[in-house]
Each structure stands twice: as C-alpha cells, then as structure tokens.
C-alpha cells in the first residue's frame, strides 16, 4: 500500500493567519513521513492559492509566498477526482490527493466555507464539517444550541449597528458590570474588550462593530476558565482538563501567544470528580453542535462550581505548545499519533 497524499493548507485571509503558519509548520514537522506525502498548499492573504515546494523555514517567516517555487493552483470541481490542478506557463499538472488537512483558523477556514469547498468536490478532509464549523465560529449561535441542549450559558444578547441604545442599557442594567462585548465571528479573542461601565461598553461595541456586523455582549462570569481537548467522530477521547489563571484582564490574543501575564495549569487545579463533570458537559457540548475530527471546549467554572460554556474552537492552535495537543498529550496521546488519527478520521467520510 502507497503512502497517504495529504494536502496540508495553510495561511488564509483571517486575521489569523501568522497563527496559522506557526500550527501548520508544527503539523507538518511531525507528519510520519514513512506514511504520508505531503503537499504544501498556502493562501495568501489577498486569497490566492499556491503550491508550495520550499521548507519549512520560510512558512514560519512568512517569506514562503516569495519562493519561486509557488505555483498557482485550484481544485478539480469534479465531485470525486480528489486533485489540484497547478498551473504552469505552457500546460496544467494534475496531482491526486486523498485528505485535504486545513490548518486555517478563524474566517475562510474554520467558518464552513472550505469545508463546503471540499464537500462540493469531494474531498476528504480532517475536522469538523460545514454545518459544525458554521456554527460553532458564530459564538451567538453556538450560544443559542447549546442553551436549548440543557447546558448552561452566560446571559447574552446580540446587537448589530441597528440596535438600540436603550436596549443595551437595559442589558447592562440587568446583568450588570463588567461585560463582554465580542465580535461574534472572530477567533483567538480578537476584538474582545472587557467594559467595566457605559462608557467602556460603547466603545467596545464600535471597535467591535469594525470587525464583524454582529456583536454579542456577554456577562461576566466569576471563576476561571478550563478547556476540553476532544477527538473523534462517535467515541470521543478527552485529553486532561486545563486550567487558564489570569492575574488581570482576561485571556486576550496577545496572553494566549506570550502568556505574559497568564499561566496554564495542565492539569487543572481542581478534584477528580469535578473534573470528570467537566469532561462529560464538554462531550455533551462537542456532540450538540455537531462536532467532528476535533475540537476545543472552553468552559467557566463559577465560584460555585457550576459549569458554564464559553465557546467551541473547531480548528484550535496546533503546534507543539499549544493547548488541545497538550491536553491530549497530557492523557497520553503523542502529538504524531494525534495527526494520524484526525488523518484516519478524516477518511472516513
């Protein structure tokens, strides 16, 4: 049997993008090459597709779209013929593949658009699906499902540019200060301010509103936070639960890459039962929305030990140090060996 042609996609237009390249460098580093071939496919950030043949070196300095190396390419639109289609100067090289692993995060990536790409040309692919991906990147939806599957969630409510003031100040008056307000289709906490009085709140909701047209604002939620890795389709594996410890503030995109002030406590600093309480309403919560492959589950846990849901990341960070392969790894499950089974869950589609 020949190895496994996986297509390992990278980059994207989001605002996530350098994020990208650091999770697929690290995928792709670690890829049994005894196993698989790999094809290097980059979106640029103005969305053009390119092959791409240098090393790794130039993904993680992002200098890689310069390489003369890269090629132009597309997908075949022919339900079943599994290929790229590189174009050349003079003529068009097809290479078959057989699971696409998109390494993209936040919008065009992780939002069901790409998924439905590979849906239409029927392609395999590793994580979640079109619907799944859709709804867990808009956190005013994910919301809505998983309150109506029993779970708890924090009050909310979702404001566009045609809101009234009235209403928000009604909010505010009823949940009280501080809030959230949130861009409800970004990642990584991009665009996320935490307001501690009127003042606060409206200029998170213009900066927010620059960013995405819905904006959820969300209540505070006294405790700490803790997450779910989870892999699989129908029996699901649970990596350790852990534990994000904020001093200050709250954990924005710049604490979750430097951790300058934050610290993750792997594993989290709590007892066995309250952990395994954890680790069911975070499977509750994966199968609710539809989840596949893989996905992140972010819960509160308020001073009371009631469990709250926070959102769900369906492509989380993925290099070595980040926090669902630890989690799993944590429980046992080395990175490589987290790569071959989304690679095999993948191809059951």
């Known amino acids: 049997m020949g190895k496994i042609v996986v297509a390992v996609i990278f980059g994207g237009e989001s605002s996530e993008y350098e994020v990208s390249l650091k999770s697929a460098s690290a995928v792709m580093e670690n890829l049994d090459i005894e196993k698989y071939d790999v094809i290097k496919i980059g979106i640029t950030r103005d969305g053009k597709w390119l092959r791409y043949n240098g090393t790794l070196d130039k993904i993680k300095e992002n200098t890689w779209f310069l390489d003369g190396s890269c090629r132009q390419i597309m997908l075949s639109p022919n339900k079943g013929d599994r290929k790229i289609i590189e174009i050349h100067p003079n003529e068009f090289v097809h290479t078959q593949i057989d699971i696409v692993f998109p390494v993209l995060h936040g919008r065009n990536g992780e939002d069901g658009t790409l998924q439905g790409l590979f849906e239409i040309t029927g392609i395999p692919y590793v994580g979640c699906d079109v619907a799944a991906s859709s709804i867990c990147i808009d956190k005013d939806y994910a919301h809505k499902i998983v309150q109506y599957a029993g779970f708890d969630v924090p009050q909310s409510i979702a404001i566009d540019n045609r809101t009234k003031e009235d209403e928000i100040n009604k909010f505010a008056e009823n949940v009280g200060y501080p809030i959230y307000v949130k861009p409800s289709r970004e990642g990584s906490s991009i665009g996320i301010t935490k307001a501690e009085n ?48 904020v001093p200050n503030g709250f954990f924005d995109f710049t604490e979750k890459y430097t951790l300058q002030n934050s610290k993750i406590h792997l594993p989290a600093r709590i007892d066995q039962d309250l952990s395994e309480r954890i680790k069911e309403i975070g499977k509750g919560i994966y199968k609710a929305l539809g989840c596949s492959g893989l996905s992140r589950v972010d819960l509160f846990v308020d001073k009371n030990h009631r469990i709250v849901f926070n959102e769900v990341n369906t492509l989380p960070g993925f290099t070595t140090g980040s926090r669902f392969p630890n989690m799993l790894l944590h429980a046992g499950i080395a990175y490589r060996d987290i790569l071959d089974k989304l690679i095999d869950l993948g191809m059951q589609r």
Request: aromatic share 2%.
């Open 198 to 245: 009127h003042s606060d709140l409206m200029g998170g909701i213009e900066a927010a509103l620059k960013l995405d047209g819905k904006v959820v604002l969300e209540e505070n939620i006294e405790g700490f936070e803790v997450g779910c890795a989870i892999l699989g389709n129908d029996d699901l594996i649970v990596g350790t639960v852990d534990e994000i410890e």
